[in-house]
């Protein structure tokens, strides 16, 4: 479990030295472009993606094509969350828009949402608690970055706290990863690696809240893009194969 868990002590070290310099600029918690700061918060992503690979691997566990196809549909649900949060962030920002705090950082967490949907779901039941709280971190970690890309165009007090409580949660839920992991020695014996309900939980949430959503703006008046109706109607579909594959 050291090796496996030690790209945390990697993560916290990179976020404690990424938060410290954005307080020695003076950048604040949501910035309205990027710095030095940037580049060890940034360096955090692949060693995030590591941990799964290795918890995923350390106890022999093997991606299911039900697997792949939850992570697949919570990740194009999240893609259609980014159709609307970017444009909207991109447009308040104006012509001096940040690429990476409005668009670069929300979608590395949501591939991180993805990544560790596939982790919850490949590893064995003795270490699934650990990857539960692992995917609440990526989570939260998302929550944070989609109110950063909100705040470059929209700073106020009410994101800085949804920042700061995001990183809080998500400081919480690692925490909480590292004490219920117990290695990959608990689940050496066991031989069958069933698919948890709660990933098929999580992508059906995911699917169905962003169709009603849209439905929802849509009938508020907001025009439904060709993107989006492509994107959501591909969702659908692809949810639809998930429910054929469970059955």
Do not use: K
Request: with cysteine.
């Amino acid at each position: 479990a050291t090796s496996t868990w030690r790209g945390f002590a990697v993560i916290a070290v990179l976020l404690a030295f990424g938060q410290l310099i954005r307080a020695v600029t003076g950048a604040g918690l949501n910035p309205g472009t990027t710095g030095l700061a940037d580049l060890p918060l940034a360096a955090t992503g692949p060693f995030a993606v590591l941990i799964c690979f290795r918890l995923v691997r350390s106890t022999h566990g093997r991606i299911r094509h039900q697997v792949a196809l939850d992570a697949v549909v919570a990740l194009i649900a999240l893609g259609v969350l980014l159709l609307l949060l970017v444009p909207f962030a991109v447009d308040r920002a104006g012509s001096g828009a940040d690429p990476l705090l409005t668009t670069g950082y929300p979608t590395v967490a949501a591939v991180l949402v993805a990544v560790g949907l596939v982790t919850f779901a490949g590893v064995s039941a003795a270490r699934r608690p650990a990857a539960g709280w692992l995917l609440l971190c990526f989570a939260s970690l998302a929550v944070t970055m989609c109110s950063g890309a909100l705040a470059v165009g929209m700073p106020s007090p009410l994101l800085d706290v949804v920042t700061s409580t995001g990183y809080l949660a998500m400081l919480t839920a690692a925490t909480l990863a590292l004490a219920a992991d117990p290695g990959p020695r608990a689940a050496a014996d066991e031989s069958r690696l069933e698919v948890p309900l709660a990933g098929v939980v999580v992508s059906y949430c995911l699917s169905f809240g962003v169709l009603l959503l849209l439905l929802g703006a849509w009938a508020a008046g907001r025009p439904l893009r060709t993107t989006e109706a492509v994107t959501v109607t591909l969702l659908m579909l692809l949810t639809f194969v998930r429910t054929l594959v469970w059955a």
